[in-house]
């Protein structure tokens, strides 16, 4: 039974994880920006919905608040700081840079309104019940695993039978014959920031009520999403979910085989052996130099 | 032979000395703080910077010292890295004296180049219990591990809490911790039934809550730095239907845990503390903090307020003889001995610069603190 639970720990946290890394990818599939800024859209997404609930709002204000602030913030972010940098010729290291210090100015800034401490808010829902011996699941975790397949499913359906979503794909193969075309590739840009933002904003609801949700916590975030982005293929959606329920499985079956503090380990193990095994992913095209 | 130039050279710098020493004199003294002011655990660094900037705030009140503190902060982010670069630049760019700093990591990694330089440096936030013999110039105004065990071990022989799983960081105090545990569980007839250690950054707690639940054990001890991961685990504890007992240090008494609903009954160890008191040190501790902060004060707070009164009391000290401030004179100084007018009491230093206590046995019953037992150590 203990094997059990431990694969449905890793599969709840594998699915936050495919979320953060779903997002992550979309973007940098469709613009190529290294949008190291995808953990502060979690944390201003996870705030907006902690306040509205701290204000006695509903849940459903809240997560709709967590979604506008995602999507705002992503757009915002695209809007004032990446597209100035790419208009200018800046090159990839400079918007990284300018992403690594947007995470700066949103932990920063959150600090400074909402203190330090973390936040989180109370919820029966992540209270689990033992639904056989020795077995239990919180009510939180079906509602996690229907989030995570209409939001990804969406987003799926979205890019493959729409001629905005293909044209979405198109911007990540060929910007330049998107414009020949005649699309625009500024708008298929801010759309890959919002539908990527706004995927950050079903975690960042669920990490708040289920660990609690702090200023740092953008960091470690990226780094999930990141290493869920590289694990399925970069650039691929169908990859970044595989990739990031891999590494939750991973992170959380290591605790039934080892010393229970290599389990964060066991997930860049994944990792490691996936840059020197196979570098595109598990979706990613090879490419043949 | 003396030239002409050199004797005008000379002769200036004759006349310039004893205004550029009394320009010396007159500067204010430095005090470092090496706190953790971002990361996870800023909520501490938070706490200590505002009892420090009280405690300077009553310091120039009582017009205790001649000269003002000036504070020169770096942020330790509480780990061994930053405790070690901030304390070099506390100690190479400001040249403090005395360096105020908290966490067992962070002290370990700053003791060394404290002690190089010759400065005091005074813990009132980690419990580590090799704190004890780190430095001569390393000072604990705060009880260490293995006092909170000595006073938690008979609450646990009469809850008849004997088999104990304990959840720990891999840190010098979560090493020392699960030790101190192991070693003094048997003579109640208890055990260590189950040891879980944890990378300091794990977020996500639903596996190890499942082993832990395997083990039966009768409560779970926590042997975490930092109150934002003790949250996350308490937490995901109740969450994933972890029923027994949940028990801390003094890292427990925190305003954001009391608050969690699934801290409720969470049981910690922790100096004693009567914010009601009548003493006139922790009077006008207590007050200054309610107007400022408009709550009670914690006794991680008390600790900072006390560790910065103790430089302004050598101070004075030294000041009355005519001695410098340096950490040499400060540590001899406080060899001489005596007792010091402390919030909480007059309290004085064992040989190897460590407070006696009272420890209590506490718990959070509805967001408040409930005092269980206490006793003398």
Known sequence: MLVIQIIIAGLQTGLLYALMGAGFSLIFGATRVFHAAHGATFVVSGYAFVTCLKLGLPLWIGALAAMLFAVAFGLLLNALVYRPIQRDRGSFFTVFVAAFGSVIVVQSAMEFFFGREPQTVGSSMTRSVEVLPHLFVAPIFPIILVIAVISLGAVASFLRWTSVGLSLRALSDSPSLVEAFGLDPKKASNLAFGIGSALAAPPAILIAMTNGINPAAGAHVMLISLASTIVGGIGSLVGAVAGGILLGLAENGAIAVFDTQWSEAAGFVVLFAFIIIRPSGIFGARITR | ??????????????????????????????????????????????????????????????????????????????????????????????????????????????????????????????????????????????????????????????????????????????????????????????????SYSIPPTARQFGAIAARIRDVKADAVYFAITGGGLLMQLIKQMRDNGVDQPLITYSVGNLPSLASLPEANGLVFTGQSADWSSSYPATKRFVDGWRSKHGSDPTIYAQNYYNGTRLFALLVRELERTGAGVTGEALLEQRRRGGKFDFSGGEVSFDENGLITSRIQVSRFTSGRVEVLRAGDL
Request: glycine share 10%; hydrophobic share 50%; aromatic share 6%.
């Open chain 2, 1 to 194: 032979m003396i030239t002409r130039r050199g004797f005008v050279v000379g002769a200036a710098a004759a006349v310039a000395a004893p205004a550029v020493i009394a320009r010396a004199a007159d500067a204010p003294y430095a005090l470092g703080t090496l706190y953790p002011m971002s990361g996870l655990n800023a909520e501490f660094g938070d706490m200590y910077a505002k009892a420090t900037s009280l405690a300077v705030e009553h310091i120039a009140e009582e017009k205790l010292i001649r000269w003002p503190i000036e504070v020169r902060s770096q942020d330790s982010q509480a780990t061994p890295q930053g405790g070690a670069v901030g304390m070099s630049r506390l100690v190479n760019v400001d040249q403090a004296p005395y360096v105020l700093l908290g966490f067992t990591g962070v002290s370990k990694a700053a003791a060394p180049i404290g002690e190089r330089s010759k400065t005091v440096m005074v813990n009132g936030g980690g419990v580590g219990p090799d704190l004890a013999n780190l430095s001569p110039y390393f000072w604990n105004v705060i009880p260490l591990a293995n006092q909170e065990i000595s006073a938690l071990v008979p609450y646990l022989a009469a809850q008849r809490l004997l088999k104990v799983a304990v959840v720990f960081v891999d840190d010098p105090l979560g090493q020392g911790m699960l030790a101190e545990l192991q070693k003094r569980l048997p003579t109640i007839g208890g055990e260590v039934v189950g």
